[in-house]
């Protein structure tokens, strides 16, 4: 969860294609569905954040707002 909220907390610059808002938007979606695979299917949570962590870690104090919603909707979709 550190790195979730850490990734909302740093995603606050805007760039035309994405919006802060956007971002602040797919963030919390994000954080809810991570929050309720890790309690429902743990070691499934486990293996999705694990594919995603280098991607994560590397888009962390981005502020690329592009890269940041192109991060979440797939992210999103791996969680659906």
């Not at 949570?45 to 888009?59: N, R, Y």
């Not at 592009?66 to 999103?76: H, V």
């Amino acid at each position: 969860y550190a790195f979730v909220l850490a990734l909302v907390l740093t995603s606050s610059v805007a760039f035309a294609a994405c919006s802060a808002e956007e971002v602040q938007k797919k963030a919390a979606d994000f954080a809810t569905l991570s929050q309720n695979m890790a309690q429902k299917d743990p070691q499934r949570f486990a293996s999705i954040m694990q594919e995603l962590q280098t991607e994560l870690s590397g888009l962390q104090g981005s502020g690329d707002n592009d890269k940041l919603c192109r991060f979440y909707d797939k992210a999103i979709a791996k969680m659906k």
